[in-house]
């Protein structure tokens, strides 16, 4: 026996070492097996240069999965906020709002919303209205002004102030319709534009070439047969015309992105079959668009409801609120400038003195007539997005709000 402890091992002898001892391992070869796969590296291969470490909670790519191509960016994740608010087929203009998180108080909620942020916008219109005020009068008896200015509003005594003040709060429709849809039913205010997701600028265009040469012709043939019963232009002509060109377009798109917007698609989402949200949402379109007026004439009521009729069907049939602002920013902008050009502007807006007759009312039914029949075979001709559809079999999940980076 060895005189020192540990004994030492025998190199030829490792079996007879004891127990404990580290045993040399000697490196052993197989022969290669026909047909297996090459054997697997135990070593890993460096990082290439310009890789990112995986951020922390991200799994490892599974073995067999390639790499993603350069530029993809991980998918969204999906939330209760954003998950299915978009339709999940294809849907008209007036089931915009008919996606699989449907419910039947969101319309009530949205109307709520929409009345909150116009009286908002009403009241920050004053601010403007003030400053106006300022300018037309040099702050010389400017709280005067201001108490004249309120008494014309509330008799409906419309003068550059008042055209100016009322145009504002007319033009807050347009984010009380959008905002209240996008905040309520999670659907982007691009699509109370159009069924294709956003404001389709040429085909308003084409729609303005088709019914500016029907009012020139209605309004010049009105002034052909009768004059105005006040041959006077008002004091401030030439500021009214500026207001009417800067002003007028957005205020008929604001009165189109409630009355036909927002109505159709919210009373519309109550209904299940296409046809029934056409009808649902026209009915109350018209009513509203009509009592909202003041007058009680039925001959005025009766001009208002075939324009608002007119207008829903052209948004039902184009996908879109393009060709109903055409038709009312035009009869918007011809009117004035005839009542301020050759005299009437007393007379120019609807109020619950204002009195109509049977042959007016022929006559505004037969000009919206040939604007909607020419506005309809234009929109066959253009090949206009009339209904929504899903981009893809993912699009039923696609968020409809926007996911903070």
Not at 64 to 71: I, K, L, W
Not at 92 to 114: E, I, K, V
Not at 163 to 178: D, E, K, V
Request: with cysteine.
């Amino acid at each position: 026996m060895s005189d020192t402890y540990p004994p030492p091992i025998d190199p030829d002898d490792p079996v007879g070492a004891p127990y404990w001892s580290p045993i040399p391992q000697q490196p052993v070869s197989y022969p290669p097996v026909p047909g297996a796969p090459p054997p697997v590296s135990t070593g890993y291969a460096p990082v290439p240069a310009g890789y990112e470490p995986v951020p922390a909670g991200y799994a490892p790519v599974p073995a067999g999965y390639a790499p993603a191509p350069a530029g993809y960016a991980p998918a969204p994740i999906a939330s209760p906020l954003t998950e299915g608010a978009m339709p999940d087929g294809e849907r008209t203009y007036p089931q915009m709002l008919r996606g699989p998180r449907r419910r039947w108080w969101r319309p009530l909620l949205s109307l709520l919303l929409a009345g909150v942020i116009a009286i908002a916008a009403q009241v920050l219109a004053v601010i403007p209205f003030l400053a106006f005020g300022l300018i037309a009068t040099g702050g010389r008896d400017y709280p005067q002004w201001l108490e004249r200015e309120f008494t014309k509003l509330a008799s409906m005594q419309i003068d550059a102030a008042g055209f100016f003040y009322t145009n504002l709060g007319l033009i807050a429709l347009i984010p009380a319709a959008g905002l209240s849809i996008w905040a309520v039913h999670h659907i982007r205010p691009k699509f109370v534009s159009s069924v294709a997701g956003g404001f389709r600028w040429r085909w308003l265009l084409r729609c303005l070439i088709v019914v500016v040469p029907v009012w020139v012709l209605y309004i010049g043939s009105n002034l052909l047969l009768e004059q105005p019963a006040n041959s006077d232009r008002p004091a401030e002509w030439v500021l009214l015309l500026v207001l009417v060109v800067v002003m007028t377009p957005f205020q008929a798109a604001g009165e189109e992105y409630f009355f036909r917007g927002w109505i159709l698609q919210n009373v519309g989402s109550w209904f299940p079959r296409p046809v029934l949200s056409l009808i649902g949402g026209t009915i109350v379109s018209v009513v509203a668009f009509s009592a909202a007026h003041g007058s009680p004439d039925p001959w005025i009521l009766a001009s208002l409801a075939i324009f608002a009729l007119s207008c829903c069907l052209l948004t039902w049939r184009t996908g879109g609120l393009e060709a109903a602002i055409a038709v009312h920013a035009v009869n918007n902008i011809a009117a004035f400038f005839a009542v301020i050009s050759f005299g009437g502007w007393d007379q120019a807006f609807i109020g619950a003195d204002s009195k109509g007759s049977p042959g007016q009312f022929a006559v505004d039914a037969a000009v919206q007539v040939v604007a909607f029949a020419l506005l309809w075979w234009q929109a066959g001709r253009a090949k206009i997005v009339t209904t929504y559809r899903p981009a893809g079999p993912g699009a039923a999940t696609a968020p409809a709000l926007p996911v903070a980076n």
